[in-house]
């Protein structure tokens, strides 16, 4: 695990409806300041969501698998600084 993502939030979207998880997910996104990050824990891997972010913030995150399953996932999913 690394230094950011012992300090990161961790959002646990477990326990919410499958359907409500990537609004969620991109409110948190959204919100992240530059050179932030939080670590999001599933049940699944969320790559899909990684492709998602990907084309409504291009190049603008980082996503750095922490724990790959198979029963827990988590992601640390952070927002780079200003581009140079």
Sequence with gaps: MSD??????????RS???????????QLVDALKPGTSFVLVN???P?????QLE????GQFSWDY???GPQVW???IGKHTEAA
């Design 43 to 45: 049940d699944h891997d």
């Design 16 to 26: 919410l409806v499958p359907a409500d998880r990537h609004a969620k997910i991109f």
């Design 66 to 68: 922490v724990e790959q």
């Design 74 to 76: 988590r992601v640390e």
């Design 4 to 13: 950011t993502a012992q300090s990161a939030d961790v959002v646990d979207v």
């Design 55 to 58: 084309a409504e913030y291009p």
């Design 47 to 51: 790559k899909p969501l990684y492709y």
